[in-house]
Nanobody
Framework: QVQVAESGGGSVQAGGSLGLSCTVS????????MRWYRQAPGKQRELVAS???????TYAASAKGRFTVSGDIPKRSIYLQMNSLKPEDTADYFC???????????????WGQGTQVTVFS
């Protein structure tokens, strides 16, 4: 069974920093990409940042310049460093791994349960 686990959420004052960690366990053939999403109350889930095995990263416009995604996908671990946090960053943050169970499998997304981030002014 594949499990995705996030940690590191919490509450922080605006302008502060938080770091989120994500690890993947279980039998997988490969991971093509790992991503951070967030979902604020009453809003749709949105992609925040992604990391590919070759080190390629992407960021949402709202995250550029403030958030940094890093990690080691072969080791199934990524990290999201969030700086200069704003109240509008308040959301549940989810990690996902786009992966194949076997060499013949189609890739699919595996999701964590999420971790809450609250930024207060």
């Amino acid at each position: 069974q594949v499990q995705v686990a996030e940690s590191g959420g919490g509450s922080v004052q605006a302008g502060g920093s938080l770091g989120l960690s994500c690890t993947v366990s279980g039998l997988l053939f490969s991971i093509d990409e790992m991503r951070w999403y967030r979902q604020a109350p009453g809003k749709q889930r949105e992609l925040v940042a992604s990391l590919r095995p070759d080190g390629t990263t992407t960021y949402a416009a709202s995250a550029k310049g403030r958030f940094t995604v890093s990690g080691d996908i072969p080791k199934r671990s990524i990290y999201l460093q969030m700086n200069s946090l704003k109240p509008e960053d308040t959301a549940d943050y989810f990690c996902s791994a786009n992966a194949k169970r076997t060499i013949l499998s189609q890739p699919r997304d595996y999701w964590g349960q999420g971790t809450q981030v609250t930024v207060f002014s």
